[in-house]
């Protein structure tokens, strides 16, 4: 059987797929650079739904290149989020990655208290005024306390990444989180995950090496 070897063919022959594929009015609902975003998510997880249920809210894409250009620091709810998103660009803007679930005392305090890890982690984040974007891909208890700490008034993000997965809580953190009109971009339902959230992001940090 013949097929396709190069790491360049491939991608551009998913991406030549996507495009004949995807839904004509799906795709003019967007603007170029959130199709940008769509057809890297699609890319990713072969997933065409992901065009129907991927919402972009207060013009993330601008707020969130603004705020990486300053250098600022990002929460990543995991690990493998960390893991995925492409080093070079954020060295070179001065950025930073940061995630406190595994930290001691983020484990010892939500041992005490009877909760998960990620609402300390995500209390600790909230805490530190250096974090300006929020990468939540996994828990739905993070994205309802990082909503609790916005309508508080404790913080207040340039831009939220808010894709949790699951059955439990994540359909339901995604929509009280909308209400909060932070710029944002959000997958509504149980979809998501730590990779849709890194595909979003490198889309973003590809529109900047696009820029140079």
Do not use: Q, W
């Amino acid at each position: 059987m013949d097929y396709v070897v190069k790491p360049m063919a491939i991608e551009e022959k998913s991406f030549e797929i996507i495009d004949l594929e995807m839904d004509p009015k799906l795709r003019n609902s967007f603007t170029k650079e959130e199709l940008m975003v769509i057809k890297r998510v699609i890319h990713t997880s072969a997933d065409f739904e992901y065009s129907e249920i991927t919402k972009f809210i207060n013009e993330p894409i601008s707020h969130a290149i603004r705020s990486i250009k300053k250098g600022v620091k990002i929460y990543a709810d995991t690990n493998m989020i960390k893991a995925g998103i492409n080093p070079r660009t954020l060295g070179r803007m001065g950025c930073e990655i940061v995630n406190y679930v595994a930290k001691p005392e983020v484990i010892e305090e939500a041992k005490l208290r009877g909760v998960t890890r990620s609402i300390v982690s995500m209390e600790k984040a909230c805490r530190n005024p250096d974090i300006k974007i929020f990468i939540i891909g996994n828990a739905p208890t993070a994205l309802f306390t990082l909503s609790e700490k916005i309508r508080k008034g404790e913080v207040k993000p340039d831009l939220v990444i808010a894709v949790p997965v699951g059955f439990v809580g994540a359909k339901e953190s995604k929509e009280d989180f909308s209400l909060t009109g932070i710029p944002s971009v959000v997958v509504n339902g149980r979809k998501g995950g730590s990779t849709i959230a890194v595909a979003i992001f490198n889309a973003i940090l590809y529109l900047i090496d696009n820029e140079r």
